[in-house]
C-alpha cells in the first residue's frame, strides 16, 4: 500500500479490507494473450474512457508513423507488423494521458527492431521522422542533442510495451501464406498482388491482426484483392468463413471511414467499398453469421454470480487466480496431475504404476521383517 503524505495513528490500525488496494494481487499471474477479441479490445476502451474518434485519430496516426519510418529506414514489412501489434496492446492498457502518440509509436517501432533483429538505435527512429517532415538542408544526424530527451523516453516506455504484450515475443505475419496463395490464384505482379500488399498493410490499422490468425489475414487480404478485381477466387483453407468475414468488414469499415488515410483507399471511389459491403452483408445475413466472435465464457456470463476475486481488471481477466483443484498432486516421475477420485476409478495409468510400486516395496518389507 502506498504511503500516505501525512501518515496518522489511524491509518497503522486500517485492516487490508478497508484499505485501498493498489495494482493487482500479489498472487496475480498474468499470461500473454496471443488474440483478443472484438469484446475485449471494447472493455478495455470503456475501462479507459476513451471516445471512438479519438481511438480512430489516435490509432490511425501511429500506424502512420510506424509506416513512414519503417520505409525511412528500409525496414522490413515483418518489424512493421511486430510494431503495430505492441502498438495496439500497448493503448489498450494505458490511459491517453500517460503518453504522447508519437512516443509509443517510436517506442513500439524501437521494441520491434530489437524483436525481429533489425537493430536501429532510439535516436535514429526520431531522426528518421524528423527528416521526413523538413528539406534535405534542414536534415539532422541521429547524434543531435536536440534527440537525447525523446530517446530517453522511448528506454523508458519499452519496457511498458513488453509488459502489455504480457513479453511474448511471438508474431504473425501474414504475407508469407499470402503470397503463396496469390501464386497459386495466378494473381498479376502489377494488379491483384499489388492490391493484396496494400491491403495487408492497412489491416494494421484495425483491430483484425489483433484478432485474428496468420490463414484468415491472408485469405481475407486475397479475397478482397480478388473483389476488387473481379476475380473469383477459391475455396476457404484452415479457417471459418465467419473470422474471414469479420476481418473482411473491419478492413470495409477502415475503407469506408478513413479511406484517405490508407495506402489503398485513395484508388478506389467510395462506391466500390460500399457495394463489397452491401454484398458480404447480404452473405453474412443468409448463413447467420455475427459480426464479432465472442469468447465461449461471454455465453454463460450472465447466469454465473459474482464472487470475490473476479472483477476484471482493464476488462482482460481477474486480477487473482483461481484456486487450485483440491487434492492436486503431481508424479514424481511424470508431470501428470491425478486426483483419489480417478484413482479410485481406475482411470490413471500412473496411480497404477504408484500403487504398484508401493505394494512391492510394502511385500518386501514385511518380508524382511518376517525373516528377522
Known sequence: MAPTASPTNDSRDRTPATSSRVGPHPSYIELAKPYV???????????????????DAVRLQGVAYIDQVRRALQLPVRTFNTAVIYYHKFRLLHAENEYSWEGAAAAALFTACKIEDTLKKSREVLAAYYNSKVGVGEQLSSDDPRFENHSKLILGLERLMLESAGFDFRNRYPQKVMVKLARALRFHPEREATTMWNVSLDMYRTFAPLKQTTPTMAIACVELAARLHEKDT???WNTTRAEIMETLLDLLDLYTHHRVNTALGPYYSLETFINIRITLNDEASAANIPRYATYASEATASDTKATNGTKARNGIGPTSP????????????H???YSPAAEKR???????????????????????????
Open 234 to 236: 477459391s475455396e476457404i
Open 335 to 337: 508431470l501428470t496431475r
Open 322 to 333: 483461481l484456486p487450485p483443484p483440491p487434492y492436486a498432486c503431481y508424479s514424481r516421475h
Open 346 to 372: 481406475n482411470r490413471n495409468p500412473w496411480a497404477e504404476r504408484h500403487r504398484a510400486v508401493y505394494a512391492r516395496r510394502e511385500a518386501g518389507a514385511r518380508g524382511e521383517e518376517s525373516g528377522r
Open 37 to 55: 477479441l472484438q469484446s475485449a479490445i471494447q472493455r478495455c476502451l470503456v475501462d479507459l474512457a476513451m471516445s471512438d474518434a479519438k481511438e
